[in-house]
């Protein structure tokens, strides 16, 4: 079983690690959080880490892809 603080940082990622996730580059997933379209947190050390909430309701908020052959 996991202590509680090994289950947090399950549950954060780095831009980097969050860039690899959207198979996006890092400055892509660093001006959508400077654009305010990604929720990020500072922490102590200065590193910027994004929460899995907060990946998850960026996603959601995404437009759905439509094929423009699709009727």
Sequence with gaps: ?????????KKAHSVKAAAQLFDAS??????????GN???KK???GKVVILDADLQSYLEN???????NSK
């Excluded at 996991?2 to 947090?8: I, K, M, R, S, V």
């Excluded at 890092?26 to 654009?35: A, L, Q, S």
């Design 38 to 40: 990604l929720r990020a």
């Design 43 to 45: 922490i102590g050390n």
């Design 26 to 35: 890092v400055p892509f997933v660093r001006n959508e959080i400077r654009d």
């Design 62 to 68: 995404q437009p759905d892809w439509k094929s423009t």
């Design 1 to 9: 079983m996991l202590n509680t603080t090994e289950q947090f940082i």
